[in-house]
């Protein structure tokens, strides 16, 4: 490491600085990176093939491809597909084929934000993905299966992160905080509890951003007569831009839990109440918006199809307009799903399959189902709903599920309707086998 490398990396934001180099330092993800996991053994023994990594922000997708290339012995480059192209891609992997054709070392190829590149660029990986000129590990914030094209995903492990706990973030912030090499312990810095409380409520999950805040709070804030550099709640609300909760975290569950039963029971005046209530106390609109969404579904479900729409619609439109204007849409959706008709049908439903699926695992799927040609389907018995006016009695569930039902419709809503059009298909079906 030469002069300027030192300097840049003093000079690098804490949470450039803080970032984990080995495995062991690493945060949180210990669904996929706990002991005798399969990510962590194929690092350790630097058999990793192409993987993606994808999550929401901050939760340690690039620190870990990092680690990766700390640990093993192989060549590894990074790329970010919002400033790199074709013409980047090739020449790595060029690169690459010669280092394994003349030296046997293997490179590591990062490319992050992987869901930026279209079409053409993914496609000019996959050769080099497939003889092992490269391993490929994208970093994306996107779900891959929506957002990748499929030849590459195909072609990947897929690894979701999950958000960080408050516990781990707080941690992280108390060792910055007394870390002299890395963090900020050569300040002289009191923060309170409550402070870094905020900075891990604001920061939703995202190590980066907690981090950050944290570092401007000391660095903006001056030292007291005794040079000690005091952050507190209010330093705390200024530095992460987010206004600190004005009740405690059971009041703040009682009443995300009271806003959902009142969604629930159709008490629209209620539900409006709440939900101010909590905005008001400094809760993310955000989180009341998801957890519409997911009532919408769970309560309303198929008793009115069209509440899902209402909520995903009023989300989107909030993440687009913001304070003051977006708490409208969001108010529409709230007493739109209030007043809808409720059926716990698809929950129901959801837990029903889920147990099934779970018990039995060696079922069969019917011979006319399998994956053949039309001609084939038809040979083997196969009946295409489409020559039969839109619907055929015909058995799509293995033998030994023929006659489970998982979907049981309620008489509310538009329900009532599939609960008639189910009992006309079944008289129909008796029909033609007293014929």
């Known amino acids: 490491m030469n002069l300027f490398d030192i300097i840049q990396k003093d000079n690098a934001p804490l949470a450039e600085r803080m970032r984990p180099t080995t495995l062991d330092d690493f945060v949180g993800q210990s669904h996929i990176v706990g002991k005798n996991s399969l990510l962590r053994r194929a690092i350790l023994t630097d058999s990793l093939g192409s993987c993606i990594f994808y999550g929401a922000p901050g939760c340690g997708k690039t620190t870990l491809a990092n680690i990766i290339a700390n640990t093993t012995k192989s060549n590894f480059v990074k790329l970010n597909a919002v400033s790199s192209g074709i013409a980047d891609a090739k020449k790595v992997i060029e690169d690459a084929r010669l280092e394994k054709e003349r030296y046997g070392v293997k490179t590591y190829l990062l490319l992050d934000e992987c ?127 987010k206004k600190s909760m004005s009740i405690d975290e059971n009041m703040y569950y009682d009443m995300l839990s009271a806003f959902c039963k009142s969604l629930r ?49 009023a989300l989107t439109a909030y993440q687009n307009i913001g304070l003051p204007e977006g708490k409208i849409p969001l108010y529409n959706a709230i007493i739109y799903v209030c007043e809808a008709p409720k059926s716990n049908s698809v929950v129901v439903a959801k837990y029903a399959v889920e147990q099934v699926v779970a018990e039995r695992k060696d079922d069969k799927v019917p011979t006319y189902l399998m994956d053949k040609n039309y001609k084939a389907q038809k040979i083997s018995g196969y009946k295409y709903p489409h020559d039969y006016g839109g619907w055929v009695d015909q058995q799509y569930l293995p033998d030994s599920l023929k006659d489970e039902s998982f979907y049981k419709p309620s008489q509310n809503g538009f329900e009532k309707y599939l609960v008639r059009a189910k009992v006309a298909k079944k008289n129909k079906q008796e029909n033609k086998k007293g014929l």
């Open 265 to 313: 029971g159709s008490d629209s005046d209620a539900a409006l109440y709440w939900a101010e209530r909590l905005i008001q106390a400094g809760c993310d609109p955000m989180l009341i918006l998801r957890r519409l969404v997911v009532h919408s579904s769970e309560d309303v479900g198929m008793a009115d199809p069209q509440a899902l729409v209402i909520a995903t619609s």
């Open 115 to 241: 869901h930026r590149w279209n079409k053409a660029q993914s496609d000019c990986m996959l050769e080099a993905i497939e003889k092992g000129h490269i391993v490929f590990i994208g970093s994306t914030t996107e779900n891959p299966f929506v957002s990748m094209t499929r030849a590459i995903v195909s072609r990947c492990r897929i690894f979701e992160f999950k958000p960080l706990s408050g516990e781990d973030i707080k941690n992280t912030l108390k060792r910055a905080l007394t870390d002299k090499e890395k963090g900020l312990g050569n300040y002289q810095v009191s923060a309170s509890e409550e402070a870094l409380d905020h900075f891990v409520w604001a920061s939703d999950g995202d190590m980066r951003n907690a981090l950050n805040a944290l570092e401007l709070a000391v660095k903006s804030t001056a030292a007291d007569e005794n040079g000690v550099i005091n952050v507190d709640v209010s330093v705390a609300e200024q530095s992460s831009q």
